[in-house]
């Protein structure tokens, strides 16, 4: 496979992290999306650096069409294209459905949903020019199966499978294949929150017993990269957590 120009959204941390690492590790020019985690996005960059490859990492808030449009015409100046998008940036809300606000909708829909929406109209405009390119939604199985007290989340993640699947009809037309991939229970800073004994219990529930390692997300992303037959699906990343 020859080297693809990727922007990879959400990349300091967790799941983007090492989707950022494994792609560049692949040989292909990685541009590593981050809002607030500079020293993390940095050290990511010292860390290829050390093994001769080079990582762009950017600065961008991508509930904010601006941050977005400027970054997306960096990378085309830059580059002269976008192979692979994959829309990976996100936030997670644990909060009684009841007690959940306005301002904590629009928040967490601005983040995972709108962001999905926003990223993705404006790299789509050159991958149909090229006729050709992939996007990855970086969904969750929570968006499958709901959540209590993390409505918020898992409607944004819902709202993240439906627009895959059209855009997957639609985008067809000009080569540009999309799918989503839906992690279960990920080995990241956002699950800081849950105990030993939260994850052991979460574990008995999983067939294969352990909970993911963000790797194995990267590697599906790798997988989409490589197979040229599969758009329109929600590739679930999860143990047989949820069949």
Partial sequence: M?????????????????????????GHKVIANYNKSKEKAEELKAE?????????????????RE????????VLNKYGKIDVLVNNAGIDLVRVFTDV??????????NNLYSVFCVTQEVAKSMINAKQGLIVNISSIFGQIGASCESIYAVSK????????????????????????????????????????DIKDIEKEIPLKRIGEPKEVAKTVKMLMECDYITGQVISVNGGWYM
């Fill in 158 to 197: 819902a709202g993240i499978d439906g627009l895959t699947k059209s855009l997957a009809k639609e985008f067809s037309l000009s080569n540009i294949r999309v799918n989503s991939i839906a992690p279960g229970l990920i080995d990241t800073e956002m699950n800081n929150d849950l105990s030993e004994e």
């Fill in 48 to 64: 290829l650096k050390q093994k001769s490859i080079e990582l762009d990492i950017y600065k961008a808030d991508v509930s904010e």
């Fill in 2 to 26: 020859e080297n693809k120009v990727i922007l990879v959204t959400g990349a300091s941390r967790g799941i983007g992290r090492a989707i950022a690492k494994e792609l560049s590790e692949e």
């Fill in 67 to 74: 941050e977005i449009s400027q970054m997306v015409s960096y």
């Fill in 101 to 110: 606000t306005d301002e904590d909708w629009n928040y967490v829909i601005n």
